[in-house]
């Protein structure tokens, strides 16, 4: 409209140039002459004529132009529906997916794909939709396909097949694709992360170790899962070598592990068990006492009394300073019972023994104080009265149990439950 309108407006200039060219300068006349042929016409009709033809050859080419220019603009028209379209199923896709509805998310992403800009994506999730729904071979095809879509996109589209393999379990797959990956990229601090949590499925902790330091430089895990994932380290390897009988690599492990995790209660007691199937009590002894004057932990406690020192009397004196922070814990006062009995202060031991059991108690504490009178002495009605008295303790809970529960299996649990008991009463 915009043109045609400019067209008008130079036309009707030019129509009054050309007459106001004529009213001073006369009408004028042009000759046109063609072999034999002779045209007269006056100059403002010739000019005209000029003029229009131009015009109309003009816009007979724009026109012409326009028509040829259609099928193209109708295509471009069309693709550009269709990329809606294709966005259009993203979005929605990544709503369904969102929602919980995989079935659904999964068609509409593949709906629209072949015409997306986004086919990379649209496959990358499309394959988590089909993980939900266990469609391992579908999400193994979609990831294939986004790697024809985006050839480039190598690790971004590994790292997917990689969690996907985790989130299903299929560690040694995982393991294959992240080693590839590692290979592409090889201080990609994402794909160690991976790399380790594969490990840790695996129990490969020697590979695990390897990967702690970068792992932690990262900063890609929470403190809290970090330690967790160290502690779940060197208990691998301590427990590795513990196995395999390998003394001088268990000692160098413990060397190696930061202080901090030698504080954590689950490495500290698989490495005092160790000691103590060495017969290396006083070692277990000294790392026991060091850990409780920080942290106290009871399950240390009874360690503690079972070890068998050089020097009990050192031991005894050391788990009597610690009634001074904790002088109600049953735990403790029962530790100390058992401590007297290995000094053989039998008086000193009976008193440890029933201010526990005053507090708490505890069918461990009845049966130590039991065979303390009975055997050392020589109180065996008071015995067989304590005996009772833990027994009864210990069949409580699985008196509670017995009502859901057949009889032929209470029978089976109440045995392994009371066996140590009968063998001590035995």
């Not at 709906?111 to 994506?121: F, I, Y």
């Not at 170790?209 to 792992?215: M, R």
């Not at 005996?387 to 008196?399: C, I």
Request: net charge negative.
């Amino acid at each position: 409209m915009k043109r045609i309108l400019l067209a008008l407006i130079v036309a009707a200039t030019l129509a009054v140039a050309i007459g106001i060219l004529s009213y001073y300068n006369g009408p004028g006349y042009v000759v046109f002459s063609f072999m034999d042929t002779s045209i007269e016409t006056s100059f403002v009709f010739a000019l005209g004529a000029i003029a229009t033809a131009f015009f109309i050859f003009y816009y007979l080419i724009r026109s012409l132009s326009s028509l040829l220019k259609i099928p193209d603009y109708l295509g471009l028209r069309y693709h550009k529906r269709q990329a809606e379209k294709a966005r259009n199923s993203l979005i929605k896709g990544l709503i369904e997916i969102s929602e919980g509805r995989f079935a659904q998310a999964e068609k509409i992403l593949l709906k629209q794909v072949e015409h997306s800009d986004t086919a990379l994506l649209n496959y990358l999730i499309a394959a988590r939709a089909a993980q939900q729904q266990g469609a391992y071979e579908r999400r193994d095809e979609y990831l294939r396909l986004a790697h024809e879509s985006t050839p480039s996109a190598d690790i971004a589209i590994g790292i997917t097949q990689a969690e996907l393999q985790l989130a299903h379990q299929q560690y040694e797959q995982a393991l294959a694709t992240l080693s590839h990956l590692r290979e592409l990229s090889p201080r990609h601090a994402y794909v160690k992360k991976l790399l380790a949590r594969t490990y840790q499925q695996l129990g490969d902790w020697d590979q695990l170790h390897e990967l702690l330091a970068d792992v932690r430089k990262s900063s890609l895990m929470p403190d809290a899962q970090m330690q967790q994932l160290e502690v779940d380290t060197y208990t691998g390897l301590l427990s590795q070598s513990i196995q395999q009988q390998d003394t001088e690599k268990a000692q160098r492990i413990w060397k190696e592990i930061p202080r901090n995790l030698k504080d954590n209660v689950d490495v500290l007691n698989l490495y005092v068990d160790y000691l103590i199937s060495k017969q290396q009590d006083d070692e277990a002894a000294e790392l026991i006492q060091q850990h409780l004057n920080q942290q106290w932990h009871e399950s240390l406690l009874h360690k503690y009394a079972s070890l068998h020192v050089s020097q009990p009397q050192k031991q005894l004196e050391t788990a009597e300073a610690w009634l001074q922070q904790h002088s109600r814990n049953p735990v403790l006062l029962l530790a100390l019972g058992k401590l007297c009995i290995k000094s053989e202060l039998w008086g000193k031991a009976k008193n440890y023994l029933e201010t526990s059991l005053s507090i708490k108690p505890m069918a461990e504490t009845y049966l130590s104080l039991a065979v303390l009178l009975e055997d050392k002495m020589h109180e065996a009605e008071e015995a067989q009265s304590l005996y009772r008295q833990g027994l009864k303790l210990l069949a409580e809970p699985v008196a509670e149990k017995t009502e859901q529960q057949p009889i032929s299996s209470n029978i089976t649990k109440h045995n392994t439950e009371l066996a140590p008991v009968l063998k001590i009463i035995q």
